[in-house]
């Protein structure tokens, strides 16, 4: 447009995940300049309502509007660990209070989830840099102590090329910058992975950093967003999470994931702020009498509680399939009690688990779809929605595979057509 001889209104601004502040200032000098440019805004002051319209009476609160720049104040009511005595994982059922909040939600949303660092992990980064808890810097929303801003305010874990790149123009460490070389990609990646962001203080001090100059190396700590695990119209003041508890030990250090180990081990302590994220592209059937069929291994089960405690609550008549993965029967089967109910009354169709771990050959979800290509090749001719959720980077394409394999062979059609079928499915919605 420019070269076309267009006016640039104001100046393009590139933004990733932390847009929310600069998009308003962005908005804000858009409206500046058309004010500026038509003359509109003097007028503002003098709007009356139109007639028959009734105004607020001065004082009154309208309703609050939960976000993710306004979060609710969630009390945790349940936080119980669903595998058995000797189990390999940990995954926590969690109940959050959600009465008076007005939040509502559909099967298939995410809770958005704003996390507090773990007061150890960032004891250890303030004594890392030498610096004291106490220390004031310029925080995201104005001066706050070193300690607040690394807890609430900070991503102090993950460590990525961008930080690490800051940090080496303070650091002018001659090993640090050829590993930022551009012919060193794969050994900066090795150093990377597994490490945090406290190990390249420890690594490569730099001598009287203060608090105040690291904090502006940091990014601003992100939500973290879980698969809403209830339905609202069966539980309207309470939403379920299914949490999986991320513990490894690294270079000789323990780490854990951020927001799974604080609802693990530290929601009693106070209330999490909390918002709704809405997913459009993740939803059930219009029509209640369409069939759908859930892919979930491991935590990926939760949006499918969900699904079916929303079509229990509506009397859908439509048909209900779940493919389930874990590890071992008698430790990993999350909600078995729910599937067994809904089976037992009808609601649940079909289930098909599939624990890897209890018989020689490991056995996985994407074998139980093929075991039963015949009948999901069926399912989804007669008009079924296909729901996949879980690990993406190695299940989500093991399913795809599957469901490819099954198509192929169910239609007698070759690999690019049975691609061209699923892309279909997609473009219909009927594979999410």
């Given amino acids: 447009f420019e070269k076309l001889g267009a006016n640039r209104v104001v100046d393009r601004v590139d933004l990733d995940v932390?847009?929310?502040?600069?998009?308003?200032?962005?908005?804000?000098?858009?409206?500046?300049?058309?004010?500026?440019?038509?003359?509109?805004?003097?007028?503002?002051?003098?709007?009356?309502?139109?007639?028959?319209?009734?105004?607020?009476?001065?004082?009154a609160q309208a309703p609050a509007s939960y976000s993710r720049k306004n979060p609710f104040a969630a009390e945790v009511l349940t936080n119980v660990v669903m595998n058995g005595r000797g189990s390999d994982k940990e995954v926590h059922h969690i109940e959050l209070d959600t009465e008076d909040s007005g939040l509502t939600w559909e099967p298939g949303d995410s809770l958005g989830i704003i996390p507090a660092n773990d007061p150890d992990v960032v004891a250890e980064l303030i004594g890392a840099l030498g610096a004291a808890a106490?220390?004031?810097?310029?925080?995201?929303?104005?001066?706050?102590?070193?300690?607040?801003?690394?807890?609430?305010?900070?991503e102090i874990t993950t460590l990525t090329r961008p930080f690490i790149e800051k940090y080496a123009e303070r650091a002018a460490n001659d090993e640090l910058n050829a590993l930022l070389a551009e012919d060193a990609r794969e050994q900066l990646a090795e150093y990377i992975d597994g490490r945090f962001i406290i190990d390249l203080v420890e690594d490569y001090p730099i001598e009287?950093?203060?608090?105040?100059?690291?904090?502006?190396?940091?990014?601003?700590?992100?939500?973290?967003?879980?698969?809403?695990?209830?339905?609202?119209?069966?539980?309207?003041?309470?939403?379920?999470?299914?949490?999986?508890?991320?513990?490894?030990e690294t270079h000789g250090r323990k780490r854990h994931g951020v927001a799974s180990a604080q609802l693990a081990d530290r929601s009693d302590d106070a209330n999490l702020p909390i918002y709704i994220d809405h997913n459009k592209n993740f939803k059930l059937p219009t029509d209640d009498a369409a069939p759908i069929i859930m892919i979930g291994p491991g935590t990926g089960i939760a949006p499918f509680r969900a699904f079916v405690e929303e079509r229990e609550e509506r009397g859908a008549e439509g048909k209900n399939w779940v493919f389930f993965g874990a590890q071992h029967f008698r430790t990993d089967f999350?909600?078995?009690?729910?599937?067994?109910?809904?089976?037992?009354?009808?609601?649940?169709?079909?289930?098909?688990?599939?624990?890897?771990?209890?018989?020689?050959?490991?056995?996985?979800?994407?074998?139980?779809?093929?075991?039963?290509?015949?009948?999901?090749?069926?399912?989804?001719?007669?008009?079924?929605?296909?729901?996949?959720?879980?690990?993406?980077?190695a299940m989500a394409a093991d399913v795809h595979d599957a469901l490819l394999d099954v198509i192929?062979?169910?239609?007698?059609?070759?690999?690019?057509?049975?691609?061209?079928?699923?892309?279909?499915?997609?473009?219909?919605?009927?594979?999410?």
């Fill in 208 to 248: 009287g950093m203060a608090g105040a100059d690291f904090v502006r190396l940091l990014r601003k700590l992100p939500p973290r967003l879980y698969s809403i695990a209830s339905s609202h119209a069966a539980n309207p003041d309470e939403i379920h999470l299914t949490v999986a508890a991320v513990r490894y």
């Fill in 334 to 393: 999350y909600y078995q009690t729910d599937w067994l109910r809904w089976r037992e009354e009808g609601l649940l169709t079909r289930m098909d688990v599939a624990f890897s771990r209890d018989q020689a050959d490991k056995i996985y979800v994407q074998d139980k779809i093929r075991e039963a290509g015949a009948e999901v090749y069926q399912w989804i001719e007669d008009g079924a929605t296909v729901y996949v959720c879980g690990d993406a980077n």
């Fill in 134 to 154: 106490d220390d004031e810097v310029t925080g995201i929303d104005g001066e706050v102590s070193l300690e607040h801003a690394l807890t609430h305010q900070y």
């Fill in 18 to 59: 932390d847009f929310d502040d600069r998009v308003e200032s962005w908005i804000d000098d858009v409206i500046a300049k058309f004010k500026e440019a038509t003359g509109a805004g003097q007028a503002h002051a003098n709007v009356t309502p139109m007639p028959g319209a009734s105004a607020q009476p001065a004082g």
């Fill in 408 to 432: 192929g062979e169910q239609a007698g059609i070759n690999a690019e057509d049975a691609a061209g079928y699923l892309k279909n499915l997609q473009k219909e919605k009927r594979y999410q």
